[in-house]
């Protein structure tokens, strides 16, 4: 999954995740690896490893946050499932940190923040 915020926002500081259910069953993504970048050309891993997620069955409510080491500028922040049960379903979402937030809220980037939280 590759999430587009349109622009290089200035300090993006993680993903928040939650697991994404059908009528049928759950699809939990269990460990991710996430790069970031400014253009669709150079992509920088956000973690040496992957991340657990440690999201389960009865997480659909529960959002898990993926903090990085200090906020990235970026454009694109793309999750790879790398592990999984029942098959790879995820509903994701950047976290804005410092002046990218109070940019986004003074411009009236509520909408493009709601519509980047929602993405799936």
């Keep these: 999954m590759t999430i587009d915020a349109g622009e290089v926002i200035s300090s993006i500081g993680g993903v928040v995740l939650t697991i994404r259910k059908d009528k049928w069953y759950y699809h939990i993504v269990t460990s ?13 891993k956000a973690f040496a490893a992957p991340i657990a997620t440690n999201l389960t069955i009865h997480d659909s409510e529960t959002l898990v946050r993926l903090h990085f080491d ?4 970026a454009r694109y922040v793309r999750i790879h499932a790398v592990s999984w049960k ?28 709601r ?3 929602d993405a799936d």
Aim: cysteine-free; aromatic content about 2%; overall charge negative.
């Design 32 to 44: 991710v690896q996430v790069d970031h970048a400014t253009d669709e050309g150079k992509w920088t």
């Design 70 to 73: 200090k906020p990235i500028p």
């Design 86 to 113: 029942n098959a790879i379903g995820l509903r994701a979402g950047l976290i804005l940190s410092g002046p990218a937030l109070d940019d986004h809220l003074l411009s009236g980037g509520v909408d493009q923040l």
């Design 115 to 117: 519509n980047i939280n």
